[in-house]
């Protein structure tokens, strides 16, 4: 059998999700590129820690970018 993985899946995830999470904060970073790539991924990285890997027991360290 065979899988098919496709990156985009992911990336499309990692942008959409923080604005259904907090649509203000990623809307106010909106005018800053660096700074809304930012507040993307601290979002993003926050909220897989906090509902995929702590609730697995995996450790906090975990680097997710």
Request: net charge neutral; with cysteine; hydrophobic share 35%.
């Amino acid at each position: 059998q065979t899988y098919k993985y496709n990156n985009m899946n992911y990336e499309l995830l990692r942008v959409l999700v923080p604005y259904l999470v907090d649509p203000a904060s990623m809307k106010a970073a909106e005018g800053d590129e660096k700074q809304h790539e930012k507040a993307l991924a601290d979002c993003f990285s926050n909220l897989v820690r906090q509902n995929v890997f702590q609730p697995a027991g995996i450790g906090t360290k975990v680097h997710i970018h």
